[in-house]
């Protein structure tokens, strides 16, 4: 990094055009943190310290100021780059905003009233804008925001293309729109940017027998910016009306003309590109309902709007193209006289197809480079190599249909999506990590974690993070986004001067500033390289952030490791959960504004100096093979301490009180009192690991003291395939807390009889058991239990015989089971439970597939159409039947990334 010597030189040689645009892009979530910081301060949230400096007026007048010039920087989102007068107000309020964050951390690290020796004069500044914002009214920048939005034109109907794929989908929706249904019916079609919406769309509306079965076809575009009148203009010129200037300025007129140009006629109206249920609510009035088989065909990249406009249909959601697709789409666009390549390409061509990960975007834009440039091999393997750059590079390609999501989005969702340019191409993110560092880095504020949970759903929603595996509670588990997002990401990342990606040593050498820091650098990542990085001793105190986000990387000492702990003094967000260390040093308790902290290490202590981050919310650790102390200790100040995930297991002896913490994974239980979760009231979810006393004994402890506790899993670290002896089939059970949702057993090789305790749980929803949780070849369900299960997922190699009634689980909504490979069948009744709709077998034997054939043939027969079965089969080429019933799924995968059938993580999650 950087020194601040060095940082002011660099500041003098970058033109003045570059640094305003650096300091415009100071996230305007970095603002709320720092307004976030100064309100705990002035609330004596930290050490006694802080309450004897004379300095309390001047925080609270500068959580005030800051407050009210944060509101004009929301105002502002849509006129700061490229109103220059807004631009220089934001820029001011972005600089004073830095000064101020670096002299309250400064202080917080050190309690030394010198750091604010400038306070007077900053004060003053905010003064000084806070007067000049107020001449920016809110009809003044109304305005500003009218003349940039008027200056727009919508985009016409677009060009016929012809289409690769989507054939079936095609069929599907031309069923739909031609079909025998009377009623006014609406038909959506929901993906990401550059996914063929459109396209398939005017596949639909131009065909011959659509465009003969309609009377009247409208296609209008509402794009992101609209005006209710021009679109309802758009309907009446495309429906040839006629309207007159007083009309045209009336909305309720054209609302009339529109509504009894169609009353009575079977019509088709294509929405495209629809952004917003605003636009549907303002014209949905004009379509009547006649009972003739009218038909409106929606796009959208929201799956919300399509919900929105109608609620009891689920949306088409448009897939990703085939290989084979793929390579058949561009051949097509690149040699387009006979769509066939010359056989010398077809091997690199089709590595460019496949590269393009099935978006026709991507595809098309390649394409169009291949189509314009010379066609030999040589020229065509630099496209393959350099494709991520050839899809974003060039601001006039059509990747702009993809930057589009991303000025669609509200401030804070866009935070969150520039943070995925943090993680390797093609990356498989743990969901719940990626959302304690959204809390970690500001984005949403501890009190309201939940929500973290929403923003995501609202990007995938949004078709700008890819689901890659669900929870069996329909959570998502594990997301992705795809390459061309990701490139589109982390550009936008880096012109925004939100990430700062470290690159090799070989290219810093090679280009001085490839790896420069600036002054507002705040979040750095690196994916390799560590060594040589670790070798430069790089150093900065604007950094808030360090990102190692690859896979585990070794071969550092802690020598090598340990001035990261100075050099980065300000870090509120350490993952390096990649980067091996033999122990942790206790350096790492000068790092006092850290609020997520994340190592690998084969230390088996924690030292005493972590207890003093004050402001840690995560800790996530790492180990080998043996349980790590933890040293609370009784005047540890970790009062903000929320998540807590140290593998393989957590013991600490010493009582202290955790009053915010709502995740302990891997705790190991000791015999007794538990002193940690005692002192934890607001538990949501616990991972515990016990192991066994003398003689083989396993007591596990009452945890009915937890009254907030939801998820629990349960791993006992011994081997008990011949038993437990008679005196450990006590109640246990019967101490576990009433609020409990979710349960996941893991060899514990307890009686399936103890499981009818279990059931009288009042709300559990979740039941998994896992390898060798239960023992024995006959599992007896009893009446009473189970009466809000929902999904219950059974891993058991032993059980041979399940004996149950529909009663036992009323309320079963989908059964999973996996290596259950001695079980003769499934029980009948299950498909007389009326809330089952879905049963998922892994591996199955002959006879357990075929008695989920007959519970499929039996539903059918008594009019239930919503049982859904897939059986994944245990070798792609031994398929479990030799006919394809129809509604029944068979998938030969030998491996799955379905949310049901990926291997249990021991991490202890709960």
């Known amino acids: 990094m950087l020194n601040e010597k060095h940082d002011l030189h660099l500041r003098l040689e970058i033109r003045e055009g570059e640094l305003a645009f650096i300091r415009l892009n100071m996230i305007d979530t970095d603002v709320d943190c720092l307004i976030e910081t100064l309100k705990h301060l002035i609330n004596f949230n930290h050490p006694s310290q802080i309450c004897k400096t004379p300095w309390i007026d001047q925080l609270q007048l500068l959580h005030k100021g800051l407050t009210s010039l944060r509101t004009f920087l929301t105002r502002s989102e849509d006129t700061r780059y490229t109103v220059e007068k807004v631009k220089a107000l934001v820029l001011r309020i972005i600089d004073v905003a830095i000064e101020v964050e670096h002299m309250v951390d400064s202080f917080v690290a050190s309690f030394d009233n010198d750091c604010f020796l400038e306070l007077d004069n900053v004060v003053r500044q905010m003064e000084t804008i806070k007067r000049d914002v107020s001449g920016f009214d809110d009809h003044k920048i109304q305005d500003l925001q009218h003349e940039r939005s008027s200056s727009r034109v919508n985009p016409a109907i677009p060009k016929e293309d012809n289409i690769i794929g989507f054939d079936v989908e095609a069929r599907e929706i031309l069923d739909r729109l031609v079909g025998n249904r009377k009623q006014l019916d609406v038909i959506s079609i929901v993906g990401m940017g550059g996914l063929g919406k459109t396209t398939l769309a005017k596949r639909a509306y131009n065909d011959p027998y659509v465009a003969y079965h309609f009377y009247d076809h409208v296609w209008i575009t509402v794009s992101q910016t609209y005006q209710k009148n021009d679109l309802l203009l758009r309907i009446c010129s495309s429906l040839s009306l006629t309207i007159t200037n007083e009309a045209a300025m009336n909305t309720g007129k054209l609302r009339e003309m529109v509504y009894k140009r169609l009353k009575g006629k079977r019509y088709l109206i294509v929405i495209d590109d629809i952004w917003g249920v605003e636009a549907w609510d303002d014209i949905k009035i004009c379509f009547s309902n006649d009972n003739n088989g009218s038909r409106i065909l929606v796009t959208s990249r929201l799956v919300e709007v399509a919900l929105h406009i109608k609620p009891d249909s689920s949306p088409h959601l448009l897939r990703f193209l085939t290989v084979e697709e793929s390579w058949d789409l561009l051949q097509q666009k690149v040699f387009p006289e006979d769509g066939s390549c010359p056989k010398s390409l077809k091997k690199t061509g089709k590595q460019i197809a496949e590269r393009c990960r099935g978006l026709p975007l991507a595809i098309l834009v390649i394409s169009g480079l291949l189509a314009k440039t010379e066609k030999t091999v040589e020229w065509w393997t630099r496209v393959l190599d350099g494709i991520g750059s050839y899809l974003v590079g060039d601001p006039e390609q059509d990747m702009n249909t993809l930057a589009l999501s991303y000025n669609h989005l509200p401030q804070h969702l866009k935070s969150c999506f520039l943070y995925f340019g943090a993680f390797p191409e093609d990356f498989e993110i743990d969901v719940r990590k990626l959302l304690w560092l959204w809390v970690g880095e500001g984005f949403i504020e501890p009190a309201t974690e939940n929500i973290a949970e929403e923003y995501l759903i609202n990007l995938v929603e949004r078709s700008l993070v890819i689901v890659e595996r669900k929870r069996l509670d329909g959570g998502i588990k594990v997301c992705r986004v ?247 089939r006590f109640s246990w059970l019967n101490r576990l807390p009433h609020s409990l949702r979710k349960v996941t057993f893991l060899n514990c090789y307890l009686p399936w009889s103890d499981l009818s305790q279990l059931g009288r749980l009042p709300n559990l929803e979740i039941l998994k058991i896992l390898c060798a949780a239960f023992q024995g070849p006959r599992w007896d369900t009893n009446d009473g239990g189970f009466q809000k299960l929902k999904c219950l997922k059974i891993q058991s190699p032993e059980l041979v015989e399940w004996n149950t009634d529909s009663d036992h689980f009323p309320r079963l909504e989908r059964l999973i089971m996996n290596d259950c490979g001695r079980l003769k069948e499934i029980p009948m009744c299950l498909g007389d439970i009326p809330t089952m709709g879905f049963i998922e077998l892994w591996r199955p034997r002959r006879s357990v597939a075929e008695s989920a054939w007959r519970i499929y043939e039996e539903q059918q027969s008594l009019g239930n159409d919503g049982l859904k079965i897939i059986i994944h089969s245990r070798r792609e080429y031994e398929p479990t039947f030799l006919y394809k019933p129809p509604k029944i799924m068979i998938n030969y995968r030998h491996s799955s990334t379905d949310e049901s059938g990926d291997e249990e993580s021991s991490d202890g999650e709960a």
Request: net charge positive; charged share 20%.
């Open 482 to 728: 795809h390459d061309l997002l990701h490139d589109l990401c982390f550009n936008k990342a880096k012109e925004e001067n939100f990430l700062h990606k470290i690159k090799p040593l070989e290219e810093q050498l090679s280009s001085p500033n490839t790896s420069g820091f600036r002054a507002t650098d705040r979040r750095l990542f690196i994916h390799s390289y560590v060594p040589d990085y670790v070798i430069s001793k790089p150093s900065s105190s604007n950094t808030r952030s360090f990102l190692l986000t690859s896979n585990y990387i070794s071969g550092l000492s802690n020598e090598s490791i340990f001035f990261l702990y100075s050099a980065f003094k300000h870090l509120r967000v350490f993952e390096f959960g990649g980067v091996f260390t033999p122990f942790l040093p206790s350096e790492i308790g000068q790092l006092v504004h850290l609020r997520y902290l994340s190592l690998w290490t084969d230390g088996l202590v924690i030292p005493k100096s972590i207890s003093t981050l004050q402001n840690l919310q995560t800790l996530v650790i790492r180990g080998k093979t043996f349980p790590i102390d933890f040293p609370f200790c009784k005047d540890s100040n970790m009062a903000n301490l929320m998540h807590m995930s140290i593998w393989p297991s957590v013991r600490s002896k010493h009582p202290v009180a955790l009053p915010k913490i709502r995740t302990i994974l891997m705790l190991h239980l000791p015999v007794g009192r538990q002193p940690v979760l005692e002192r934890a009231p607001n538990l949501r979810k616990l991972g515990c690991y016990v192991s066994p006393q003398r003689g083989g004994l396993v007591f596990f402890p009452p945890l009915d003291f937890l009254v907030h506790l939801e998820k629990l899993k349960i791993y006992i670290d011994h081997d008990y395939r011949h038993g437990l002896p008679t005196q450990m």
